[in-house]
């Protein structure tokens, strides 16, 4: 009797332990790809020329299909232009979010983000609409690779210069 209470009671230990160290390994195993590109500067923008960042690969750490709703592109670090640009409340900057892929498969516009301004200040970056309601990629393919196409509108009095990198910083991340 005793020895079966010893064997049930060191079965029980071995579980906690198991248990413990399955809940340990996916964090782990998280780390070895990349979901999130971290903050990034902004690309110099010439007023009215559409400028496209590098592409990134990031890898849901959830699903093995990825749709619009598990992507997300954070903003923070708003700047302001300097006086080599017209001062105007009514500028917008546009930033679409896309997913590359292979010819002859157009890339998916995936969604729109609108930037405004207070003067020369970046005020505010808002998610504006969700475009592609399906997949972004492949069904079963949970990387995705995803770039941000950005123009600033132009305006009377702007000088053809970029911007410097300040203007604003992304985060892009997925789930
Ligand atoms: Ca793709
Ligand atoms: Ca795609
Ligand atoms: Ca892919």
Excluded at 75 to 92: H, P, Q, V
Excluded at 142 to 156: A, Q, T
């Amino acid at each position: 009797m005793e020895v079966i209470y010893l064997k049930k009671k060191l079965f029980i230990f071995l579980s906690i332990i198991s248990v413990a160290f399955a809940s340990v390994v996916p964090v782990y195993a998280q780390k070895d790809y990349s979901s999130s590109t971290g903050w990034k500067n902004a690309p110099a923008l010439t007023p009215g020329v559409r400028v496209n960042t590098v592409t990134y690969n990031l890898t849901s750490e959830s699903h093995t299909s990825v749709n619009a709703d598990l992507v997300a592109v954070y903003y923070d670090k708003y700047g302001e232009l300097s006086t080599d640009f017209a001062s105007d409340s009514n500028r917008i900057l546009w930033i679409d979010l896309y997913e590359d892929d292979v010819e002859p498969n157009a890339d998916d516009l995936v969604k729109t983000y609108k930037g405004t301004f207070k003067g020369r200040v970046l005020d505010t970056i808002v998610l504006y609409d969700v475009v592609e309601q399906g997949n972004i990629d492949s069904a079963g393919d949970p990387d995705v690779e995803l770039y941000l196409s950005i123009l600033l509108n132009k305006v009377s009095g702007d000088k053809s210069l970029p911007t410097s990198t300040t203007l604003f910083e992304y985060n892009m991340s997925v789930y």
